[in-house]
């Protein structure tokens, strides 16, 4: 099996550094989105046990399994979309001659890059209202906002970054 060397792999691309810190990122979110699945798991499989074995229901489970839900999404996101695993409607592309598609398929992926990017801006002055206000869920026991919501910006943080990564790639594959 032939190694590639450095010079000639893909780190002697410009911005390949770049990229490969995105992927590390993205794959860092990925488990701690697997983290927090597996924790939203325990905390069903410990009310279902505390509320029919020992008739002791718990007045946490319901909440703390909402805010794992919303972790796991926002950080499996970034992922899903380095994958290009987010819905596309291509019937508009479909359409393109051949040459055209991957000229478009660019401005599409910049422009989603355009508006995950506002869309984290806009949730990350959100969660440092919910910081500086000191606002809580309106959960049984309630915490500060911000710590449900600060993953939101991450994720659309890291999912834009992926879209600007394919639009930039002149070798990026159709949507």
């Not at 550094?17 to 989105?33: I, P, R, V």
């Not at 229901?57 to 805010?67: E, G, N």
Request: aromatic share 12%; proline share 6%.
């Amino acid at each position: 099996m032939k190694r590639k060397t450095p010079a000639s792999g893909p780190a002697s691309r410009p911005g390949s550094n770049l990229a490969g810190l995105l992927d590390k990122l993205t794959q860092l979110s990925l488990y701690g989105s697997g983290l927090a699945l597996l924790l939203l798991l325990a905390a069903y499989v410990h009310e279902v046990i505390v509320r029919y074995c020992f008739n002791a229901p718990t007045s946490w489970t319901y909440d703390l399994s909402t805010w794992f839900l919303g972790v796991s999404i926002m950080l499996a996101l970034p992922e899903i979309t380095r994958r290009h695993g987010h819905i596309a409607i291509t019937f508009f592309l479909d359409k393109l001659p051949a040459g055209s598609r991957k000229s478009v398929s660019r401005i599409i992926f910049l422009t989603a890059f355009v508006f995950c990017l506002l869309t984290a801006l806009i949730c990350l002055q959100e969660t440092a209202r919910q910081f500086a206000q000191n606002i809580e869920t309106f959960w049984k026991n309630p915490v500060p906002k911000w710590w449900v919501s600060s993953v939101i910006p991450l994720g659309f943080t890291l999912c834009g970054l992926q879209f600007l990564r394919f639009g930039l790639n002149p070798k990026t594959p159709e949507v």
